[in-house]
């Protein structure tokens, strides 16, 4: 029994110590974003298997590679930039050759600091000879087979220097080149290696404030200040599509990164959700201060691609719709970190990672979690939609802070025709547009199956209505009660205005009654609208803050009309500029419930009409408190346009006032109980 109990206790020490280990291995903490941005705990989806020095392949150290390349035999081409030469392994890391000269015209010929390596399906190796400022294409047996040089056109620029550094080729023969210091865009070569043009030029970016002191600077201002200039390629990739994916490096967060250029050079990335920028909130202080500076790019055969930080040392993975998948890595010395990282490619389902500075290949390596995500964003690229949501749920159960397991599932439905439950995944995975797009589907359906009743029930109404109007008493056209008389207001503003002062109509109840409506239709309207519309942040809401927006300013617009025109001659009292400001604001109380009625039945597409029905209100309730403010004071309508703005006016004073007053109440408060704490300790 003894025996047992211990050999029992030795497997689960051991069971321990293997689950682990994994974690341990790791010096880097998993994290993805939710849909507002904000980053949540998340498993590591690739953890460090090896790290590859050029010297465990009998290769000598690297010095300052550039750049790595893995061809469709798994064969891993190095760009050793410090040492002038290409370095050739097998997918078990041993050597196969060094490419560090070929002979052309019968005599030596080698590189210079090359930086870029690309090898097509024909085994030919394209080489970007930066220093020497060519491209250089030898054939399977490394033989010399053609030398492709600075572009020559008219459209290029007299002082244009060709520094090579990134190179790609589609399946066209088309040969795709990144060059140093070139604003222009991607140079592009066709089979023959004939300049045929600039490829997907970047925008010149510059803010407003930039164009205006430029246009007042002198000549010798304008030379110190930075040239609006376009930011430039730094790396590049061709998909299966023969796109061209292009990374930019700039100090700031813009959608344009990252680029999937079609033929024509237009960008087609999609991005679902947050643009491809990787971290999407950075500090701006530290050592790593800004924006991410993207350096490679890497894309499958499944449309998930890579693309690498070099400031903090991490790699994105993005599905074809631009949906972040996962990141790893970090900035450090330790195995599975980087110093300077300066590409990333995919090895099957590995990933490799080169770090320049430290001169070292880092092969990682799928977990659990990382598997399950990449095959279900495959499965739901390649079509498999049932395999996509079992996979989907396997990563949602290990990861519940995963909106996208909850946006793939729904995407599977959605593709199934399952729109109900599609629209309950959106729903959690917080994508009003695919959210948009199931809940059209449920619509149309909806419709059709109930088109029957929904028409019984509206000729009911009809019906109704009619029969009502013929059985109420009909009144005289003076007689008019107080709900009526407010409807009324809205349609005919000059008579009714008039009647409620000087004949009495206007009841005070009724006036505030409206504005408590309006302040209640806008708390539900924030709380319970639809969820295309609704956008909330429900641990800062509050039913009574989103209630006071409505009443308070009433009030205080009351209280700032009432003092201003007491100095301009106005005749309406305070009990008068209630009453019909309050008459004004009906308008609102009808659009605001037909807003929230309306927001349960409409798509992103018609949100339009949405937007256009809160404008129509607003216009509607300045137009009635513009009358109910001439009717009520005698004013002309210049003097009440004029009497309006300085009404606004005086509210800022107001607010200001009461900030003032609030800070030095606050203020008081310290005072006194800093001085209560200091005679206490007598």
Known sequence: MKRIWTTLLLLLA??????????????????????????????LPYLPAKVIYGKDVSAGAFNNPEDVFVDSEKLVYVADTGNNRIVVMDSEWRLVRIIDSFRREGRKDTFNQPKGVFVDKAGHVYVADTNNGRIVELGERDEFVREIGAPKSDVIRKDFKFVPTKLALDSAKRLFVVSQGVFDGILEYDAKGQFTGFFGKNPVRFTASELFWKQFSTEAQRQQMAL??????????????????????????????????????????????????GDLRVTQIGSFRGSTTLTSVAVNNNGIYLVLDSKRGRT????????????FGQIGDKEGTFRTP???????DDILV????????????????????????????????????????????????????????????LEQGEYKQAMASFKLGGTPMYYSKAFEGYRKIFLWDNFTYLFIGLAVAIVAVVIGRRLIPKTSSDDYGPVRTAFFTTVRPFKMFWELKYEGRGKLWVAVTIVMLVGFVFVLRAFYSGYLVTNIDWLHISSVKEFSFVIIPF??????????????DGEGKFRDIVIASGYAMLPLLIVYALQLVFSWVITQQEM????????????????????????????????????????????????????????LIQQLVVFVSTVYRELSLW
């Not at 631009?322 to 990141?327: D, H, I, M, T, Y």
């Not at 300066?342 to 099957?348: H, I, N, T």
């Not at 009030?555 to 301009?568: E, G, K, R």
Request: aromatic share 14%; hydrophobic share 50%.
């Open 14 to 43: 051991v069971s321990i110590a293997s689950q682990a280990a994994p974690a341990a291995a790791a010096p880097y903490y998993g994290y993805n974003y939710s849909s507002t941005g904000e980053a949540l705990p998340a498993p």
């Open 228 to 277: 609006f200039v376009p930011i430039e390629f730094n790396n590049l990739a061709v998909d299966s599509e023969q796109f061209v994916y292009a990374t930019a490096s700039e100090n700031s967060l813009s959608s344009e990164m990252v680029k999937r250029l079609n033929p024509s050079g237009t960008n087609v990335l999609r991005h679902d959700g947050f643009p491809v920028v």
């Open 316 to 327: 994105f993975a993005y599905d074809y719709d631009g949906n972040l998948l996962f990141q």
């Open 342 to 348: 300066v590409e990333v490619e995919w090895f099957g």
């Open 354 to 413: 080169l770090d320049r500075s430290l001169n070292r290949l880092t092969l990682f390596k799928p977990t659990r979690y990382g598997s399950l995500v990449l095959d279900a964003a495959s499965a739901y690229y390649n079509g498999k939609e049932e395999t996509a949501t079992r996979l989907w749920n396997e990563v949602g159960k290990l990861n519940h802070n995963l909106e996208l397991a909850h946006v793939g599932i729904g995407r599977a439905e």
């Open 555 to 568: 009030f205080v617009w009351c209280l700032a009309n009432w003092s201003l025109t007491t100095l301009m």
């Open 608 to 663: 339009a009409f949405y937007l256009l029905l809160g404008s129509v209100g607003t216009l509607w309730f300045i137009l009635l408190l513009f009358v109910a403010t001439m009717t009520v004071h005698q004013y002309t309508p210049l003097k009440t346009v004029i009497t309006m703005i300085l009404t606004v006016v005086v509210i800022a004073i107001i607010i200001f006032l009461a900030l003032l007053l609030f800070s």
